[in-house]
Each structure stands twice: as structure tokens, then as C-alpha cells.
């Protein structure tokens, strides 16, 4: 029989799993079902805060704020599935992601590669990892802490899929 621990952190993989493909799928994908209907566009910013988050000469903080958030997630399931690794370790796999979908935007020419948002992803999963830590901190129950923050990622995955389906269908 599998214990409590096990179920949840079971459960807990399976919900990175389905964030980490929706997450491609809106990043790499831009939310097509077929590469044909990408736009082709290759570009790189290595500079960061410069073009890529300036429109009409004014800063648009919601790309900014939209790559932090999109990467919290992240940093949670990060911290719920190795609450022993070290934070720069945790750190680690989320810094390798935003890099991998930087690098693919760009070989695949689906994008502007931007180490801001490499920057911000990298941010949101710090604060992913801070959040888990005060909570950790906070209630010293890693089992009870999980369970809480599995059954809001559970309602939040399925209020964006039923979000997006419904997106898909009104644009269809």
C-alpha cells in the first residue's frame, strides 16, 4: 500500500507534469495545435530590461510581471517535491527551463529570446521557493503543507484548463 507521503508526492508530479506542458505549450507554442500557424520570427536580447519589455518608450511591466508569475508555480512544486535540496540547487532546474525555452524560441525562430525573461521566470520560481519556505517555517508540517498546496495547484490546473478549452473553443 502506498503511504500518504507517496500519494502526494505523486500527486504533486503529475501536476508538474501537466504545468510544465501547458507552460510549454503557451511559451513554445504561443497556444497553436500546429507549427505552421506560428509566426516565424527569430531575434535575441541578451541586454536586460532593454527592447523587448519597452513599447512607444515606456516600460510594459506586465510582460515583466507575467514571466515571474507564470514561474511561481514552479518554485512551489520544486520545493514540495525536494524540500531537502539546498535553495541555489532548487534554483537550478528553474533557471535550465527558462533556458530551454529561450533556446528553443530561437532555434525554432518562434520568438524574441530574452534573458529578461529568463530573469523574471528565474524570480517567480525564487519566490515559489520562499513562499514554500515561510510556509515550511510557519506550520513544520511538510505532509500537511503539501497536501494544502496539492489541493490548490489541483483546483488551479483545472480552472486553466477549463479556462483555456474555453478559449480555444470561442476562438475556433
Aim: overall charge positive; charged content about 10%.
Amino acid at each position: 500500500m502506498v503511504d500518504k507521503e507517496s500519494k502526494q508526492k505523486i500527486l504533486t508530479t503529475c501536476l508538474l507534469i501537466v504545468y510544465l506542458i501547458i507552460l510549454t505549450w503557451i511559451i513554445l507554442f504561443k497556444m497553436q495545435f500546429s507549427i505552421q500557424q506560428l509566426y516565424q520570427f527569430r531575434s535575441i536580447n541578451l541586454i536586460p530590461f532593454h527592447k523587448s519589455v519597452i513599447a512607444n518608450n515606456r516600460i510594459q511591466i506586465s510582460e515583466i510581471y507575467n514571466n515571474v508569475l507564470v514561474f511561481v508555480p514552479f518554485g512551489l512544486y520544486i520545493s514540495m517535491l525536494k524540500s531537502n535540496w539546498s535553495f541555489f540547487r532548487k534554483i537550478l532546474p528553474i533557471v535550465i527551463v527558462s533556458l530551454f525555452y529561450e533556446v528553443m524560441q530561437f532555434i525554432f525562430a518562434i520568438g524574441v529570446s530574452d534573458i529578461t525573461d529568463i530573469i523574471g521566470n528565474t524570480f517567480g520560481g525564487i519566490i515559489g521557493i520562499v513562499i514554500y519556505f515561510v510556509l515550511h517555517r510557519s506550520f513544520k508540517a511538510d505532509l500537511k503543507i503539501n497536501k494544502i498546496l496539492n489541493i490548490i495547484a489541483l483546483t488551479g490546473t483545472i480552472c486553466v484548463i477549463m479556462l483555456l478549452t474555453i478559449l480555444i473553443i470561442a476562438n475556433a
